[in-house]
């Protein structure tokens, strides 16, 4: 069974760009969070999708947004990047919102410069 | 909100046990998550607890206190591999998980 799978890998964007990130989850998986994690900050909530719906959404700016497709791919979307956005990206996945296993995918690494 | 504490890096040897505490402060959550994530790489799941007590899985067991907003993950017959950052994450209602900072494992020969 395939893991969770994110692309691209890595990442360079400049200031003022957009960039979208792509997450193929779990099959069978239907719930997509994604994360943020620098090392000043660590790991922190960026949102959760479930059939198609956000179902919950941490402390970012709106220029943090995300979408889940009918198969529950999902992707984010973040705009007008500025450098404080360089940071590890994750995708994780489980059976359901109150799935009791989370898998991560490896992540997209993105440098704004 | 939640407010999760663990140790910021220790160190141990190899064949040792070791144990990583993981205290927090929350109005209420639904399970603690341990993670395992070597640098460069996607954190991969360790455990779940949602009742008190301890779970035990081969070398790694984790336990949960709730009334004491405690939690522990134990090592057991540490292997240089085990050289690592392990998170401790709470599952609340609409926050998705929220992790603490981390705890940098070193094992020495």
């Known amino acids: 069974k395939a893991g969770v799978t994110q692309t691209p890998r890595y990442l360079i964007k400049t200031r003022g760009q957009q960039v979208t990130l792509s997450c193929s989850p779990i099959?069978?998986?239907?719930?997509v969070s994604w994360y943020q994690q620098t090392p000043g900050q660590g790991l922190q909530f960026l949102f959760e999708?479930?059939?198609?719906?956000?179902?919950n959404k941490g402390n970012f700016p709106g220029r943090f947004s995300g979408r889940q497709f009918s198969n529950s791919r999902s992707e984010m979307n973040v705009s007008t990047l500025e450098l404080g956005d360089s940071a590890l990206y994750l995708c994780?996945?489980?059976?359901?919102?109150?799935?009791?296993?989370?898998?991560f995918g490896e992540g997209s690494w993105l440098t704004v410069v | 909100g939640q407010n999760i504490d663990q140790p910021t890096e220790m160190t141990a040897t190899e064949g040792a046990i070791v144990q990583i505490n993981c205290t927090y402060q929350?109005?209420?959550?639904?399970?603690l998550f341990w993670y395992q994530q070597h640098a460069g790489e996607a954190p991969t799941f360790l455990s779940y607890?949602?009742?008190?007590g301890l779970e035990e899985k081969g070398r790694f067991s984790s336990f949960l206190s709730r009334s004491k907003g405690y939690s522990y993950l134990l090592l057991k017959e540490l292997q240089m591999k085990d050289s690592a950052s392990y998170l401790c994450?709470?599952?609340?209602?609409?926050?998705?998980?929220?992790f603490g900072k981390g705890t940098h494992l070193i094992i020495q020969p």
């Open positions: 994450a709470l599952r609340g209602g609409a926050d998705g998980l929220t």
């Open positions: 607890n949602v009742l008190d």
């Open positions: 994780a996945s489980s059976e359901s919102l109150s799935g009791n296993t989370i898998y």
């Open positions: 099959s069978g998986h239907r719930s």
């Open positions: 929350t109005s209420g959550f639904n399970g």
């Open positions: 999708y479930f059939s198609e719906t956000q179902r």
